[in-house]
């Protein structure tokens, strides 16, 4: 596993974070938990803000929310001077009620609906990504309702192949997702938000998979936008922004050899700027928006290994107090992790097991065929980079409380996210009348 400054083994053989001992958390708080590391958050911000000052600094990197929103992530990214891009009602209330200012917000996503356009155009976010007909006339009712004029940006899919799990990518051919370039309909799309009123159209976003490792995709996706921005251009029609999203790979296992998060950033900028000189644009501000690259490698999740069950000959299962209703990523994706017996952290990896979920469902894995020391019930795993899409995609399957978030640096610890209890667990259900009262 990639350890670093705030992730490493300590003096007692523990796995620490943010320089707190993992065992003295999971005492403190329980598991399962996820556990977030503030340093490592901060750092990456603070390598892609560097870059793009001394590179390119007509630009902004927008947190992706959808990798993890909590009030309290807003709050650290903007600190480090990032905006960012939200996809639904609720991720917008919480950046705005995180500390994101509405004008450092994106919105985005293919069916926004009527109430959480208003909401956004109401709170004066700097920009709507349009990704349908429909949303352009919703968008410009709201707006004239309102007596307002909104920016706008145009989804485009460029066509882009990126090697990744198929439901991961965005931008194939066959994507839900923008208006191809290919087959006029981004131009198209393009002229008729120019001509709506009371919108403003600021620039191109495309966004073309995310987990990918390879420089390829990147750049051919620079050299497609460009090539468009030119075509525009020709239509007389100026792209003030460009938005190329984000999808920067992050290290789950040793297998993975991603490059430094900013490095893909740079590799970005140089063709960019290739593109910009060769075809004579003038250069637009530049958009990234990282989501998984940011907080993925920051969080680790804990849990307390139960029940155990050898299949002679054939498979050894360990069990621990999570499972699908908090890391749904094996079940969806087949995603690898790596992990470490938290309290024998230094101990050699001897036998091979399946770290099964504790819920009724036979694909209910979190880690299948991995190596540890021999695990006893009531040791602790710690599963490696689940910081993104891990609390972001969890439910409350099997009516299993989603796990609370602490927030870890410099030996502190704090909750970010409470814990939900029972309670909470039943606190929307609701029961006519007419079934009478509940024994
Ligand atoms: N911008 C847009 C428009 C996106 O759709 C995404 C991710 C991002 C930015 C951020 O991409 P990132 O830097 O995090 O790769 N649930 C899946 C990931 C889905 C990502 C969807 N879009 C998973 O667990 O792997």
Redesign the pocket.
């Known amino acids: 596993m990639k350890y670093r400054d705030t992730l490493k083994i300590n003096e007692q053989g523990h796995l620490a974070i943010g320089g707190a001992d993992c065992v003295a958390l999971a005492e403190k708080y329980g598991t399962p938990l996820y556990v977030m590391d503030e340093e490592h958050i901060r750092t990456v911000c603070r390598g892609y803000k560097k870059l793009l000052d001394t590179r390119y600094a007509n630009s902004r990197i ?1 947190y ?1 929310s ?2 993890f929103a909590a009030l309290a992530v807003y709050g650290i990214v903007h600190s480090e001077g990032l905006g960012a ?1 939200v ?1 639904s009602g609720g991720e917008l209330y919480t950046a705005l009620k995180g500390g994101m200012p509405a004008e450092e917000i994106y919105f ?1 996503g293919n069916n926004k609906s009527r109430d959480e356009l208003e909401f956004a155009v109401k709170e004066n976010v700097h920009a709507v ?1 349009v990704d349908s007909y429909y949303e352009i006339e919703t968008l410009s009712e709201i707006a004239s309702k309102l007596g307002k004029t909104q920016k706008a940006l145009v ?1 485009v899919n460029p066509g882009i192949d990126a090697h990744t ?1 198929r ?2 990518q ?1 931008t194939r051919t066959d994507s839900k ?1 923008g208006f191809s370039i290919a087959d006029g309909s981004a131009l198209a799309t393009i002229k008729k938000v120019c001509a709506t009123k009371n919108l403003r159209f600021i620039g191109l ?1 495309c ?1 073309i ?4 490792f390879e420089q390829k995709p990147f750049e051919l996706a620079v050299e497609k936008m460009t090539d468009f921005i030119s075509a525009l251009n020709k239509e007389n029609i100026s792209v003030e922004e460009l938005d190329l ?5 992050v290290t789950y296992t040793d297998d993975d050899k991603p490059l430094e998060p900013h490095q893909y950033v740079s590799i970005i900028i140089d063709k960019l700027d290739e593109c910009l000189k060769h075809k004579k644009i003038a250069p637009p501000k530049l958009i990234l ?6 907080v ?1 490698e920051a969080g680790i999740t804990l849990y307390t290994v139960g029940a155990i069950k050898e299949i002679k000959d054939m498979k050894k299962y360990i069990a621990v107090d999570g499972g699908m209703f908090e890391n749904p ?1 094996f079940a ?2 087949q ?1 690898k992790y790596a992990a470490v017996l938290a309290n024998r952290a230094a101990e050699k990896a001897t036998e091979k097991v399946t770290v099964a979920g504790k819920c009724c469902e036979s694909g209910d894995i979190l880690i299948e065929d991995i190596m540890l020391p021999k695990a006893k019930s009531g040791d602790l795993l710690a599963v490696f980079t689940t910081g ?3 609390y ?2 969890a439910s409350n399957y099997n009516r299993n409380p989603v796990p609370p978030v602490v927030l870890v640096n410099n030996g502190e610890s704090d909750y970010i996210v409470k814990p939900q209890s029972y309670e909470d667990i039943i606190s929307r259900d609701a029961i006519p009348p007419r079934l009478g009262a509940n024994k």
């Open positions: 927008l992706a959808k990798a891009d996809v985005h990504v989804r799990h439901f991961i965005t997702f976003h966004h998979g995310s987990q990918i999203g984000g999808g920067y790979g928006e990282p989501g998984r690259s940011i993925g990523r969806l994706y995603s993104a899409y891990n972001s995609m």
